[in-house]
């Protein structure tokens, strides 16, 4: 039997606008369920391809959410509030979406289904010491987004089927574009600013490419059976950088960009770690797109973004 029906919650934003094409072009029939809260049309282009369905609604409703669990075969679960700001904003909806509907899903999902979720690496929080943070290390969310996903893994791994993907912070280019990101919103205040303001330039993060993202996925449904009930740091080994070695990286694609550290003031998210994804790499994965190429990636999407008045370009 041909278990190829994936069924992807919140599908029409960043990472799922990617996903799906990568997953049809693998010969994957993709069911999207998606509220289109931002009237994105990411994933219109599709709509005559005869492995792509569409259902419009709410993630966590679960009149819509069961008839859809039972059709997949394979469910990824995107849907989510996304960020430490925006959690803060609607505390009760970003735990009904994050947390709740994983609970949901995990509840009612037969053991001859699978289930890839992406949690956050969000949940280390800050590491002590500069030690490098596994997935044996202690999880210290330091916000209600790294709360909610760290309580939503662990629904999973207590179910016994499913595989968690700790995602470091993602980059790069989508048809649902977020410039919010760090490495995306640092790329584009440096192409349309020239200069880049730092708060605590020495907090590090770990990065990965939205379409390393993408085709760990695809890896995941792939090796199901070795990597099942087991969770995974998901970055660039080689891309545990500080904001100013981030900057500084990016300064050698754009000469004139002036970074300037502020002690005054400080940046709302405090995560400050460094990851080793040495777990997944020891199973056979290695990424494909470097943070180098991130950059000149998401400098030419830049310029496709209205320049902001005053701005340098």
């Not at 440096?190 to 303001?197: E, F, G, N, R």
Request: with cysteine.
């Amino acid at each position: 039997m041909n278990e190829n029906k994936v069924l992807i919650t919140g599908g029409a934003g960043y990472i799922g606008s990617r996903l799906v094409p990568t997953l049809m072009n693998n010969g994957y029939e993709v069911t999207v369920l998606d509220s289109l809260q931002y009237s994105e049309p990411s994933l219109l282009q599709y709509c005559n391809n005869k492995l792509f369905n569409f259902v419009r609604g709410d993630a966590s409703d679960l009149e819509t959410l069961l008839p859809l669990i039972d059709l997949a075969d394979i469910v990824i679960p995107l849907a989510a509030v996304v960020g430490a700001p925006a959690c803060k904003l609607n505390p009760t909806y970003a735990t009904n979406i994050n947390l709740d509907a994983i609970k949901l899903i995990s509840k009612n999902l037969s053991s001859d289904k699978k289930l890839i979720y992406p949690t956050t690496n969000s949940g280390y929080g800050i590491s002590k010491g500069g030690e490098m943070c596994t997935e044996e290390s202690p999880l210290n969310p330091i916000s209600l987004y790294g709360t909610t996903k760290a309580d939503a893994e662990e629904s999973v791994l207590k179910s016994g089927n499913g595989i968690c993907f700790r995602l470091a912070t993602v980059f790069g280019t989508s048809p649902r574009m977020r410039w919010d990101l760090l490495v995306n919103d640092f790329t584009l205040r440096a192409y349309q600013d020239k200069s880049l303001v730092l708060f605590e330039g020495d907090f590090k993060r770990n990065y990965i490419h939205i379409q390393d993202v993408c085709d760990t996925f695809l890896y995941g449904i792939e090796n199901y059976k070795v990597l099942n009930n087991e969770v995974f740091n998901l970055g660039l080994s080689s891309a545990n950088l500080s904001k100013r070695q981030l900057a500084e990286k990016i300064k050698s694609y754009v000469p004139k960009l002036a970074i300037i550290d502020s002690d005054i003031g400080t940046d709302p998210d405090k995560r400050d770690y460094i990851v080793s994804n040495e777990k997944l790499e020891n199973t056979g994965w290695n990424p494909k797109v470097s943070i180098d190429e991130g950059i000149v990636e998401l400098l030419k999407a830049a310029a496709f973004v209205p320049a902001k008045p005053g701005s340098n370009v």
